[in-house]
């Protein structure tokens, strides 16, 4: 693997990016800096957010250089929904595909992205308070759907650790 390459929107998704860099010693750019700083024949490690089911940026990561393997940061848990990241963007099975739970943070929101996400998460409030015995996470989903949270840890990373000294 040549390098880590990233794109965020919040900061999220960066975070991750810059922890798996710290802890593998490997270079880190932004989507924009790789494109002077990489050649095509460079294999990397792509990170996007979530964007309504699509990994932002993955298909323009994907024409400039060899993924090997993308994390697609959203509000989901780590390691849920894999198979329909890969099915929405075409990620093909050769690709390794990890999820990981970013966080949110209305206040850095603009413009559309903020209104949709006034709306998604109106209804993801709604359906979370129509739970009878809410359990912890779902209390903490809640708080962060209406004042902002992360839920980045460095524990999320481990599988993609394990992916890469193999
Ligand atoms: C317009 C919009 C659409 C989103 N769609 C999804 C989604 O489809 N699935 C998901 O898990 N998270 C979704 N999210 C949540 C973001 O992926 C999450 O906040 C992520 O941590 C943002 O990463 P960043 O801080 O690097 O931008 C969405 C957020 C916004 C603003």
Known sequence: MTAIVYTSNTGYTEQYAKMLAEK??????????????????????????????????????????????????????????????????SIPESVALFTLQGGYSPKKLKGMHKFIMSLVTKSLINKIEKINSPCESDIEMKNALINGGSFVKEENLAEIEAFLNN
């Open 24 to 89: 593998t010693n490997l270079p880190i750019y932004s989507l924009e800096q790789a494109s002077e700083k990489l050649k095509p024949t460079d294999e990397i490690i792509y990170f996007g957010w979530l964007m309504a089911g699509a990994v932002v940026n993955y298909k323009v990561a994907a024409k400039h250089f060899k993924i090997k393997a993308v994390c697609a940061v959203g509000l989901c848990e780590t390691g849920t929904i894999t198979e329909k990241v890969r099915k929405t963007n």
